[in-house]
């Protein structure tokens, strides 16, 4: 981006865009921001790094939680978008597109097993919603069961499988028949199904509840006991898929195949919204009679499938999720340094690939680590469900040096902590 601002107006560009947003967007959010040491107004944004537009730089640990894969303003992804434009806009929703059949077809070949159809949404709980209705439709029962603490979108029958009560609370009643168990416990769930169960939606590795992996064995059950009980498995990989864990999708790494994949976040490239329910022949029987009963104005949308197929290409090329495994073992050996040096705030660290959570030991800490972490030139934020885990979610394309300035960051912020009375002061 060429800038010819000097740093006074950048800065004065800044300051009365953050007032702006205080006055017209929401005050208490632009003060939480500020609090955290996050009142930062995003100006140029490369690989894994962004500048403030006054001028500072920050590795991005934050990625919007995975919207950032292949890197911030990706120059293949621009290139195909800005090429796009000279001859696309969204289309007419109604209507077959060229690139959605594209990029359908690029999604039956890359994503695990019999997985074939898919329904295109522009958000993730637009798609999350889709694949309820799907195994609701499909199965004609309708229990859905997810787990504690899961995150799957804050629309209507994603916001009643989530397993957060207050974000839930003031909007009673919600959907009926939904319930949830604790996460990576086959026997609860197994206890909680019934003949009416119709779907089991699950992250693999649970994001907003603390960057919890599941268990192979977990994954490999819940498929048996869908199987048994003929309901519907739908893995939300919103967060976990294009590479984030170590393989294009997190599925591979059991080998269990879902009936439903919901995609999100990083299929738009970082520059264009769209998110995708990828599913299994079978399924498409409900959609038979009645093809029009979930649309999307936006999702699908040509310049979306246009960017999506891009993104999807870079990162085969590219060998993202490769590099994702190799820069998580060098974060993990970073990691295994850092918890014997701070036991009193660090108790593990919990990760798949470059889907990485550092589990502190009190609450107070998550917040201020994040004030700290941006202090030392790092954004990352603690997890929504549970602030004495702090995310980090790079970019995949962050190189070695970039992972090491991370770590030294991570090392300088607990140092500063302990300096001011560690967890005892709080
Ligand atoms: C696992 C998971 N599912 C669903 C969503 C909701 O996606 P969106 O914010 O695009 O609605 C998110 C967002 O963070 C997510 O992490």
């Avoid at 740093?7 to 953050?18: R, V």
């Avoid at 599925?251 to 998110?275: C, N, Q, R, W």
């Avoid at 998550?366 to 004030?371: E, F, V």
């Avoid at 602030?387 to 090491?404: H, S």
């Amino acid at each position: 981006m060429k800038d010819t601002k000097t740093n006074a107006e950048a800065s004065t560009i800044k300051e009365d865009a953050l007032k702006d947003f205080a006055k017209y967007v929401n005050p208490q959010k632009a003060r939480i921001l500020k609090n955290a040491g996050l009142d930062i107004i995003e100006g140029k944004r490369e690989g894994a790094r962004v500048w403030d537009m006054a001028g500072r730089e920050y590795i991005d640990c934050i990625s919007s939680a995975g919207c950032f894969n292949v890197g911030r303003r990706n120059p293949d992804v621009v290139a195909a978008l800005k090429a796009a434009l000279d001859e696309f806009d969204q289309g007419v929703f109604v209507f077959c597109h060229k690139p959605q059949a594209d990029l359908s077809k690029k999604l039956a070949e890359i994503t695990p097993g019999e997985l074939r159809y898919t329904m295109f949404g522009s958000g993730g709980g637009e798609i999350n919603d889709f694949a309820i209705k799907l195994a609701r439709g499909f199965t004609l029962k309708t229990e859905i069961i997810s787990t504690i603490n899961a995150y799957h979108g804050h629309t209507g029958f994603s916001l009643s499988a989530i397993g957060r009560e207050e974000y839930k609370k003031p909007f009673y009643p919600l959907i009926p028949g939904f319930k949830q168990v604790p996460y990576n416990d086959l026997k609860a769930m197994e206890e909680a199904m019934t003949p009416d169960t119709a779907a089991v939606i699950i992250e693999p590795v649970q994001g907003e509840g603390g960057i919890h992996p599941a268990d192979d064995d977990y994954l490999r059950g819940l498929r048996r006991l869908c199987d048994q009980h003929e309901a519907v498995l739908i893995f939300d990989e919103i967060q976990t898929g294009f590479g984030r864990t170590g393989k294009m999708f997190c599925a591979e790494h059991s080998g269990v195949v879902p009936d439903i994949m919901t995609l999100g976040k990083s299929l738009g490239g970082g520059v264009y919204p769209i998110t995708a329910a990828v599913y299994r022949e079978e399924l498409g029987d409900f959609l038979v009679t009645n093809p029009f009963i979930h649309l999307s104005t936006f999702g699908g949308s040509d310049l979306g499938c246009i960017v999506g197929l891009a993104t999807i290409e870079i990162l085969i090329r590219h060998r993202l999720p490769e590099h994702a495994a190799l820069m998580g073992e060098r974060f993990h050996a970073g990691f295994d340094r850092l918890i014997p040096k701070y036991p009193d705030l660090l108790l593990e660290t919990r990760r798949k690939g470059l889907m990485m959570g550092l589990q502190f030991t009190n609450p107070s800490i998550g917040p201020r680590m994040t004030y700290q972490l941006a202090q030392n030139g790092v954004l990352a934020l603690y997890t929504g469900n549970d602030p004495t885990v702090m995310r980090l979610m790079p970019p995949l394309v962050i190189k070695p040096q970039e992972v090491d300035r991370v770590l030294e960051a991570l090392d300088k912020s607990m140092a500063a902590i302990m300096a001011q009375g560690g967890v005892e002061k709080y």
